[in-house]
């Protein structure tokens, strides 16, 4: 999914394992994006795979440790 001048040098993201592939096949690409009042815009899509990483992980429960749990109340 990386694509530009830095892909070469930069190592592969583990997290993009969890992007979707069709999400991930419009990378970069203009997508149409419909507002809440109806009217449309164009832009680029910009794919994060950290966030798509971080959820998995959430769903997994990597963050459930006692100690975690101790901080959220």
Same mark, same amino acid.
Do not use: N, W, Y
């Given at each position: 999914? =990386? @694509?530009?001048?830095l =892909? %070469?040098?930069?190592?592969? !993201?583990p997290?993009?394992? !969890?992007?979707? +592939?069709? /999400? %991930?096949a /419009? +990378?970069? $690409?203009p997508? $149409?994006? #419909?507002?809440?009042?109806? #009217? #449309? @815009? #164009? +832009?680029? /899509?910009?794919?994060?795979?950290g /966030?798509f *990483?971080? %959820? &998995? &992980?959430? &769903?997994? *429960?990597?963050? !459930?440790?006692? !100690?975690? =749990?101790?901080? &959220?109340?």
């Amino acid at each position: 999914m =990386s @694509t530009g001048p830095l =892909s %070469a040098d930069m190592p592969p !993201d583990p997290d993009e394992d !969890d992007v979707p +592939a069709g /999400l %991930a096949a /419009l +990378a970069g $690409q203009p997508v $149409q994006i #419909t507002e809440p009042d109806g #009217t #449309t @815009t #164009t +832009a680029v /899509l910009m794919i994060v795979p950290g /966030l798509f *990483g971080h %959820a &998995r &992980r959430i &769903r997994e *429960g990597f963050f !459930d440790t006692h !100690d975690d =749990s101790k901080e &959220r109340q």
